[in-house]
């Protein structure tokens, strides 16, 4: 990056997880940016953010609302709310002057993330999709094979997404979540990037999509025998009472501690005394079969596109990490976690003609739960100043990005209404 640029400004809306592992990256980034102000409820988070900020002149303030009223204070605003609450504050900074990071989803529903990227053609503005995961090593490097024309045409792709069981009970059993109404269903919440990453690799408008998935395995009718609503209330399968549930609260005293720096009200400082007393209200407390969750556990998807191709995702809760499969006319592409495990590399190929297997072994950054993703948020935070300035690819912005979206909200709607095709015709694309 040039150092004949000033610094980019950021401010945020909603100082949680993603925005402060953001902002964290950026005032890694010496000279290339300043955060200048954050919105949230909750004054630990402001002030964890005023931390990373460095900067003295930061403004603070308690809603988006007290945000976006003043005169525009900063260059982008990235939107890190909760996934009800990201199409209001993105109309109203765009409205305003802001560029966007916009965390995925963009927003709740199709009509709404039609609307933003129409928006930002009205005013002139960026918004920038959080889809971390296409600046990764192993994504980036598929999406460079098949550009390459190594594999030949693609035929098909098919992805695998195992969200890991406990994060699936932190995040949509006991978490933030769980209710896809008061946020996006698990198809668009956990996996916008997977759909994302599917189109961009196949370069081509999805047609049809068609999708079964349902809610089978975290409800009561499957609690252990004598399981109580919450951990800490005797329950004889936590640790206090000897018991070994694998989802068992306690377990974020120990080894699962990292997960609550996404949701515990102090980002730094947890003392166990303060934790159990926590448990004891908190959603994460509660037993994983006896929540008020209806996020699916399990979905597989299937899509249909413009140049011929063909490809699925599956999603299942009972898994961790993600697989690829790339089909192509010359040869075939097989990476991801499961191959780097048995294969001892993070992908490999197989020619056609020839039948050689060549193992490629990438230096993938190591994973860090939401804060890493691979290294996709260093790499979407490390071009993310070139992007708004016009200077590097526009290949993430939202009207080149909104595919994805799309095909999630098409999935949502076709397992409904039980597996039904859904059309992805002009209509339902608006002018995307």
């Known amino acids: 990056m040039s150092t004949t640029h000033q610094p980019l400004t950021i401010a945020a809306v909603g100082c949680g997880s993603r925005a402060r592992t953001y902002t964290s990256i950026a005032m890694s980034m010496e000279g290339r940016y300043q955060v200048t102000a954050g919105a949230d409820p909750v004054p630990d988070r402001l002030e964890a953010m005023r931390t990373i900020s460095a900067n003295p002149d930061f403004k603070a303030f308690e809603s988006a609302d007290e945000l976006l009223a003043q005169d525009r204070l900063a260059d982008v605003l990235i939107i890190g709310t909760q996934d009800n609450y990201h199409f209001e504050p993105a109309k109203k900074a765009l409205e305003k002057g802001y560029h966007l990071l916009l965390e995925k989803p963009a927003a709740q529903t199709m009509e709404e993330t039609l609307e933003l990227a129409r928006l930002a053609k009205k005013y002139d503005r960026k918004i920038l999709l959080c889809f971390v995961l296409r600046y990764t090593d192993f994504y980036s490097k598929a999406y460079e094979i098949v550009q390459s024309g190594r594999l030949g045409e693609v035929m098909n792709i098919h992805a695998t997404e195992g969200v890991d069981a406990w ?52 409800t009561e009718a ?30 974020y005293l120990g080894e699962k501690g990292s997960w609550l720096r996404m949701v515990y009200h102090h980002p730094t400082e947890r003392k166990e ?3 159990l007393n926590w448990f004891k209200t908190s959603p994460w407390g509660r037993c994983a079969w006896k929540c008020d969750n209806d996020a699916v556990d399990h979905q597989v998807v299937n899509m249909d596109f413009e140049n011929g191709g063909t490809a699925s995702l599956t999603m299942t809760a009972f898994d961790c990490g993600r697989g690829l499969e790339i089909y192509g006319t010359k040869a075939c592409l097989r990476g991801g976690d499961i191959y780097d495990g048995f294969a001892s590399s993070d992908m490999m190929i197989r020619d056609h003609a020839t039948g050689e297997v060549e193992l490629i072994k990438l230096k993938v950054a190591e994973d860090d739960g939401y804060q890493g993703h691979g290294g996709g948020d260093q790499g979407l935070v490390n071009a993310m100043d070139a992007i708004f300035r016009g200077e590097g690819s526009q290949n993430s912005l939202i009207e080149h990005a909104i595919e994805g979206h799309l095909i999630g909200f098409a999935a949502e709607e076709s397992r409904l209404a039980g597996g039904k095709p859904v059309l992805l015709d002009s209509h339902q694309r608006g002018s995307a």
């Not at 997977?194 to 961009?200: N, R």
Request: aromatic share 10%; glycine share 10%.
């Open 167 to 218: 994060h699936q009970v932190h995040s949509y059993v006991r978490g933030n979540w769980a209710r896809t109404g008061e946020s996006t269903p698990m198809i668009i919440a956990k996996c916008s990037h997977d759909t994302d990453y599917i189109s961009w690799l196949m370069g081509s408008k999805c047609t049809s999509v068609s999708s079964y998935g349902r809610l089978s395995y975290f």
């Open 222 to 251: 499957n609690a252990p025998e004598g399981a109580t609503d919450r951990c800490t209330s005797g329950c004889p399968h936590a640790k206090p009472q000897g018991g070994n549930c694998m989802y068992d609260a306690h377990r």
């Open 273 to 275: 005394e303060d934790l």
